[in-house]
């Protein structure tokens, strides 16, 4: 009666203007044991045991950068499968712009009330969710990361897609084999803010440092906000900026397919040549009409299922976040833990006209 009573005055509070202090005050954990935020990764104090028993009846939180968004929606489905083999609950909340920082600061606040044991989070903007998913960790709920990482202290592990470092170089390679190793490129991201498509970004910068690429310039980095019509309006604008643009990487789902779109419909069709990061069933129609030879991506539903069974192994004690740390994610395998809390899923795919029949997701 008291917790009730107790948790319905919390949720008013936190209704009202700070959550964060709301939920400073409330405390939020009757049930839940306080953690020590140390360590690369906001590791536990505690110690891993690798042969604790994975705990049923878990309640973990999927937070993607946008709920709308076909890719979040197979990351999301594969947490959802995993986790109901497991025995354990999911739930799904998100904004439903990529853009709405705000918006997933509060819904990193309302799971944090809600009590769940974890969640998985895949960050729009690292900077402004640090402060609430401390406040989560410290109310005892394990923080995962997928997709888009934090800072390393203000999560317990983060799931990888693949190295970035691999991801932002061979998109510059299958690019640059495209258009000869030569002209003026430009690359359409997500939001300026996230933190997957900056680091890749960086990795391609540097990429194309090496004397290889002496012929190619980066003339533009544009922002689609992983919106359909600003990434296709940022595809025309960047055609109508530079006419000698020879190739377009987007490392965006949502921005590869609309710059594809734009490419299709235009006199720039299988001219300038478009790369990145898509899914198979979105790019199909473009790798069969000539407009887009060459992409990579991982299999998303692989990721979240990965972070489901990352987030049941943290909260039932198996792993910690620590590097050197091995767990068991059912069929997927084993999987160690590296530097700053890092778990890798694996190397992405390549598709092209030749395997892109083999994949549907
Ligand atoms: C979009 C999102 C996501 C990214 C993929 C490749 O769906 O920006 O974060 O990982 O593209």
Redesign the pocket.
């Given at each position: 009666m008291r917790k009730t009573t107790l948790r319905r005055s919390c949720a008013a509070l936190a209704t009202a203007t700070s959550l964060a202090l709301a939920l400073t005050a409330c405390g939020g954990g009757t049930t839940k044991k306080d953690v020590a935020n140390e360590g690369g990764s906001a590791a536990t104090a505690g110690k891993a045991d690798p042969n604790a028993e994975l705990k049923k009846g878990l309640t973990v939180g999927f937070l993607p950068?946008q709920v709308n968004?076909p890719?979040?929606t197979s990351a999301d489905k594969g947490g959802e499968k995993a986790l109901t083999e497991l025995g354990s609950k999911y739930k799904e909340v998100g904004p439903s712009s990529?853009t709405d920082t705000a918006g997933q600061v509060s819904y990193v606040n309302t799971l944090t009330q809600q009590q769940v044991d974890a969640m998985a989070v895949?960050a729009q903007d690292p900077g402004a969710l640090c402060t609430a998913l401390k406040q989560a960790m410290k109310n005892g709920i394990k923080v995962v990361t997928y997709?888009?990482d934090t800072t390393a202290d203000c999560r317990n592990a983060f799931v990888s897609?693949a190295s970035a470092e691999d991801l932002g170089r061979t998109e510059v390679q299958l690019l640059a084999k495209q258009i000869d190793y030569k002209g003026e490129i430009a690359i359409l991201s997500?939001a300026q803010t996230?933190t997957?498509?900056n680091t890749w970004i960086d990795f391609m910068k540097d990429e194309l440092k090496k004397p290889e690429y002496k012929n190619m310039k980066l003339v533009k980095v544009a922002y689609g906000n992983?919106d359909a019509q600003q990434s296709f309006q940022q595809t025309q604008g960047l055609l109508q900026e530079y006419p000698n643009l020879k190739g377009i990487i987007s490392?965006?789902?949502?921005g590869i397919k609309a710059a594809a779109q734009y490419l299709s419909g235009s006199k720039y069709k299988g001219k300038v040549k478009l790369t990145g990061?898509g899914t198979p069933n979105d790019m199909r129609k473009y790798v069969k009409n000539g407009t887009v030879e060459a992409f990579e991506?991982w299999d998303p539903a692989k990721l979240g299922e990965l972070a489901a069974r990352t987030a049941v192994a943290l909260a039932s004690g198996q792993i910690t976040g620590k590097e050197g740390e091995t767990f068991k994610a059912g069929s997927m395998g084993e999987y160690t833990i590296g530097k700053d809390g890092v778990i890798s899923l694996g190397k992405p795919t390549v598709f092209d006209a030749k395997n892109i029949d083999q994949f549907n997701f």
């Open positions: 950068k968004n890719y979040f990529a895949s997709d888009s897609q997500a996230a997957n498509q992983d490392p965006t789902t949502v990061l991506l």
